[in-house]
C-alpha cells in the first residue's frame, strides 16, 4: 500500500533515477530523422576532370593532415595489349591536379576515390570496442574518444579508405561529411566539385535525382565480388579500376 | 551418513565469488558510456557529436541569398554549375558574419589551370587549352569574364 509520505519519498526518488536514466540520451538534430535517409555517393567517371577541388575541399572541411586523405583522386592509364595492369598514379593524392600525362594512347581517365560507405563494412566487423559503427542512416563512422588506435580497422577496409591520424593516433576515414549532410547540406567534395562528378544520393528520398539515374544508367560499385553493400556507385567504370 | 563438514568453506567461496562479479558490474556500468548500445554496438553520443562539429563551406545556397547578380550572370554561362566556394574558397564565416571575413579575389593565372589545362586524361568535351600556347601569358581574366567565361562571336575581352 503506498501512502501519502511514502509516494513524496518515491516521487522525487524516481524523478532522480529518471534524470540518470536520460543523462546519456543523445538529443536528435533538430529536423534530422536518422531512419528517413539512407546516404550513398554517385561517382562520374564520365564527368571527372581530375582536378583535385574534391580532395582541397574535403581536406579543408575535416582537417585532414598533409600527406593524408579522405577522398583522393587516382589517374588510370590503360594501355592497349596490356588491360589488366593499368598504370596509376596519384601525386600528393591529387589535391593539386595532375601534371600532364607522360602516357600515350590507350585509355585514360580519373577514378574520385572515397570510403564507399559499405552497409556490411569489414572495418566496422573488426573493431574490437565499437570505435567505428555503421549509423542507422548507412554512414560508416569514427567515435574518435572510443578508439584505441589499435589499426584493425586501417587493415580491414579492402579499399585502403582509412588512415592513422599521425596526432591523435586514432584512425580516421571519410565521414560523409556527416555534419553537414544532417544539416541539409551537400558534402564538401559535392559542393566543389566544379563539373557535378560527384553527387551526394540519399536513397530513401524518393525525389533525390539518384533514382532517376541508377535506373536508366549502368553503375558499378568497387571490389563487387567481397559483397561489402559498397554505397560509391560509379558511372562509367572502367574494369581495370581496382 | 554425516553432513559434510566442511560446507563453510564453499559457503565463503560462493560469497567471494559473488563480490568479485558485483565489483565486475559496478566497473563495468561505471566504464561503459550512458548511449553505449542505444542504435547498436558503439556510441549513440557519438552521432549527435560527429553530426554538431562546425561547417567550413557555407553551400552555394547561402551565397545565392545574398549575390543575386552574379547567379544570374552564371546561370546564362558555362560555369552554371560550378559552385562559388569552389573557386572563393570555404567561406561559412562570412556568411555567419559578411565583415569578419572578407573573400580574397582568386589569381585566375592560377584558379582556371587544374581544371581548364590539357590532360589526355580529362573527358574529351571538357573544354582544355595548353596554357602556354592559348594565350602567350596573359591571364585567363583578361579575355574570360569567370562567371561567364564563353567569349561572343568577335570578342576578345570582356
Known amino acids: 500500500m503506498i501512502t501519502r509520505r511514502k509516494l513524496l519519498v518515491l516521487l522525487p526518488a524516481a524523478a532522480a533515477a529518471w534524470e540518470y536514466v536520460m543523462a546519456g540520451t543523445p538529443e536528435s538534430a533538430l529536423g534530422y530523422n536518422r531512419d528517413q535517409h539512407w546516404w550513398g555517393m554517385l561517382l562520374n567517371i564520365d564527368k571527372c576532370i581530375g582536378c583535385g577541388s574534391c580532395v582541397r575541399a574535403c581536406a579543408n572541411e575535416n582537417d585532414v593532415p598533409e600527406g593524408y586523405f579522405r577522398t583522393w583522386m587516382e589517374r588510370y ?88 591520424h599521425p596526432i591523435s593516433r586514432t584512425a580516421q576515414k571519410c565521414s560523409l561529411c556527416y555534419h553537414r549532410i544532417t544539416r541539409g547540406l551537400t558534402t564538401a567534395c559535392c559542393e566543389n566539385c566544379p563539373t557535378g562528378a560527384r553527387q551526394l544520393a540519399d536513397l530513401k528520398n524518393p525525389d533525390d535525382p539518384i533514382h532517376e539515374f541508377l535506373k536508366t544508367h549502368s553503375v558499378q560499385v568497387l571490389k563487387p565480388h567481397l559483397a561489402t553493400g559498397a554505397k560509391a556507385f560509379y558511372y562509367d567504370l572502367d574494369g581495370s579500376v581496382r | 551418513m554425516s553432513k559434510f563438514k566442511d560446507a563453510g568453506h564453499l559457503v565463503r567461496l560462493a560469497i567471494a565469488f559473488a563480490v568479485v562479479f558485483l565489483v565486475f558490474l559496478l566497473i563495468r556500468a561505471h566504464f561503459i558510456p550512458k548511449s553505449f548500445g542505444q542504435y547498436g554496438h558503439y556510441r549513440g553520443n557519438a552521432l549527435v557529436e560527429l553530426s554538431s562539429k ?99 562571336p568577335g570578342e576578345t575581352q570582356s
Open chain 1, 77 to 164: 592509364h590503360v594501355s592497349d595489349w596490356h588491360q589488366e595492369v593499368p598504370q596509376v598514379d596519384s601525386p600528393n593524392g591529387g589535391k593539386n591536379g595532375f601534371p600532364p600525362s607522360e602516357a600515350q594512347g590507350g585509355k585514360n581517365f580519373f577514378v574520385p576515390k572515397m570510403c564507399n560507405h559499405c552497409v556490411d563494412s569489414p572495418c566496422t566487423q573488426v573493431c574490437p570496442v565499437g570505435a567505428t559503427f555503421h549509423t542507422p542512416d548507412s554512414v560508416v563512422l569514427v567515435d574518435e574518444s572510443y578508439c584505441l588506435g589499435c589499426r584493425y580497422c586501417i587493415q580491414a577496409c579492402p579499399y585502403g579508405c582509412r588512415f592513422l
Open chain 2, 54 to 152: 562546425p561547417i567550413s563551406y557555407a553551400g552555394h545556397q547561402a551565397c545565392e541569398d545574398c549575390h543575386g547578380d552574379v547567379v544570374s550572370m552564371k546561370t546564362a554561362g558555362k560555369h552554371t554549375g560550378v559552385n562559388c566556394e569552389a573557386c572563393h574558397g570555404a567561406l561559412a564565416k562570412h556568411v555567419e558574419n559578411p565583415a569578419s571575413v572578407t573573400p580574397q579575389l582568386p589569381d585566375t593565372a592560377l584558379l582556371c589551370l587544374p581544371c581548364h589545362e590539357a590532360n589526355i586524361a580529362k573527358p574529351k568535351n571538357f573544354p582544355q587549352v595548353v596554357s602556354a600556347e592559348h594565350s602567350g601569358g596573359a591571364v585567363c581574366k583578361s579575355c574570360h569574364q569567370p562567371h561567364s567565361p564563353l567569349l561572343q
